[in-house]
């Protein structure tokens, strides 16, 4: 299948859709009782008629690729189709509810965020759960704040944290913002931790080991459980990447394998919108010992649908025989503080309470075994070397002797997103392939056409792709020197 996205063009320019700025303009006289160096007298604003603004954003959506054209494999990713339902559910008029009402007036939202923290916490095989950071790698960061704070709690300052050479680069950025020194550590023959490596790496100055499970090149850590008594032996904790959670969905859990807190991405596992810096969610669960140090607020029910005093902490849901239960905001005992307003960014963390709920348990391993199945079928139908295994969600071929971001751009042109390229670094010329469960066989079949026919073409083809993308070949060097941040720069040389 060949692919050819919208062009719209000129005379003078091949590929050509103007900013907004570049369509009809007014100019407005601004007087507001502001300071003279504060205000401007007048400023200048586009004015397209509602036909033209229309058309702009149409032409824009037609020049992009999304996973509603077509499969989406960027590895470790989990670009999974967002359902619409989700969006449905939260541009209800009733879920649009300011967070900085009194809890009387929020029952509903609490109820909801109450409940939310239970299947996470139940998902994941945690006791505690905070829905408060706005992004995965916030969450992330997050959990090693904990981290910090459970150590300085008991008089134990550490410096370490140590850091697999597969790890996803927030890892290392995580570890760092919070203080400590970043411990690489290589991966074994088989992809694997070395777990020799890591007995000779652990100290009584680690703060934690950071671990992703299955790992980036889709691999399960089959000594987890050794890992974590090494970890647990010398003090540190365990940490767990939630990044690729839709393998072990309803099949594994992250508590039961020994990690003591946890980040889960919201919109790789639980399908809500890649934020592409918009609002984002990254939970975080930890195990009971932690729990006191989660951020604030947290929301507990307060009392049962009988009107009798309720556990304070997350439990089994109650029966609404004689009224509903009531809950409420609260700061445990030695929070760390806020990492974001309120109890998180609500719309988000509704889209992924949907899902859960309208999944089930069922549902959501039927996911997990479907995204192990079609990562497996593709890796089984494309020409490539695929060096590790046996993977599960995803999988990393390798390019050979070609550039893999040749290889990528030239998949465009055949009518799939390519891969995640050139990462894990221990796999040369790195194509990290994760189609997720939304993909049928015709789609996987479609893809593995993709990789072979790039495979079966000539050098010079793949250096002058992509040629059928609304956007031609770009010079990336020049846009990595020299980048222009602002559209006031585009008319520049």
């Known amino acids: ?60 959506s037609e020049m992009t690729y999304g996973v509603e054209h077509g499969p989406y494999p960027l590895g470790s990713c989990t670009m999974k189709y967002n359902p619409w339902f989700l969006e449905d559910l939260a541009g209800r008029e009733d879920a649009l509810v300011h967070p900085d009402r009194p809890d009387e007036a929020l029952q509903g939202v609490l109820a909801v965020q109450h409940r939310l923290q239970e299947d996470l916490a139940a998902i994941g095989g945690m006791d505690a759960v905070t829905l408060q950071p706005p992004a995965g790698a916030a969450g992330e960061f997050a959990g090693i704040l904990i981290a910090r704070a459970y150590h300085r709690a008991n008089d134990d300052e550490r410096s370490a944290v140590i850091v697999p050479d597969t790890a996803h680069g927030t890892n290392f950025a995580s570890a760092a913002m919070g203080g400590y020194e970043v411990v690489e550590l290589p991966s074994g023959d088989d992809g694997r931790v070395d777990v ?15 671990l992703t499970n299955p790992n980036t090149l889709g691999l399960f850590e089959r000594d987890i459980q050794r890992i974590a008594d090494l970890v647990h032996d010398v003090g540190g904790l365990l940490y767990y990447d939630g990044a690729n959670l839709n393998a072990l969905l309803g099949r594994a859990r992250p508590g039961d394998m020994g990690f003591d807190v946890m980040h889960y991405n919201v919109h790789k596992t639980f399908a809500t919108p890649h934020g592409g810096g918009g609002p984002g969610a990254g939970p975080v669960g930890v195990v009971e010992e932690l729990a006191e140090f989660l951020p604030a ?15 304070a902490e997350a439990g089994a849901a109650t029966d609404d025989d004689a009224g509903r239960p009531t809950y409420e905001r609260y700061t445990p005992e030695q929070s760390i503080g806020k990492v974001h307003g309120f109890e998180g960014n609500w719309l988000v963390l509704l889209k992924a309470a949907a899902y859960i709920a309208r999944l089930g348990d069922e549902g959501l391993a ?18 490539y070397d695929v060096p590790y295994g046996p993977f599960h969600h995803e999988f990393v071929a390798s390019a050979g002797d070609r550039d893999a971001a040749q290889v990528a751009k030239r998949m465009l042109d055949h009518g799939v997103h390519p891969p995640t390229t050139k990462w894990p670094e221990i796999v040369d010329e790195a194509l990290m392939t994760e189609p997720t469960e939304v993909e049928s066989r015709d789609s996987l079949d479609q893809l593995a056409a993709a990789f072979d026919a790039v495979a079966a073409e000539d050098d010079e083809t793949l250096a002058a792709a992509p040629e059928r993308t ?8 020049s846009a990595a020197r020299t980048p222009r941040l602002c559209w006031q720069d585009l008319g520049e040389e």
């Open 196 to 210: 020799e490596a890591l007995e000779a790496t652990l100290s009584e100055e680690t703060a934690a080991l950071m």
């Open 297 to 311: 607020p947290r929301v507990r029910q307060v009392e049962s649908g009988d009107g009798e005093s309720a556990t």
């Open 366 to 383: 039927d996911a997990s075994a479907k995204a192990v199945l079609n990562a497996n079928y593709l890796a089984s139908q494309i020409h």
């Open 470 to 477: 609304a956007a031609a070949l770009i010079d990336q060097a």
């Open 1 to 60: 299948m060949k692919f050819d996205q919208a062009r719209w063009s000129r005379d003078d320019a091949p590929v050509y859709e103007p900013l907004l700025s570049e369509t009809d303009e007014r100019t407005a006289e601004v007087d507001v009782d502001l300071p003279d160096d504060l205000t401007r007298n007048e400023l200048t604003l586009p004015d397209p008629a509602e036909p033209q603004l229309a058309r702009h954003y149409t032409r824009l």
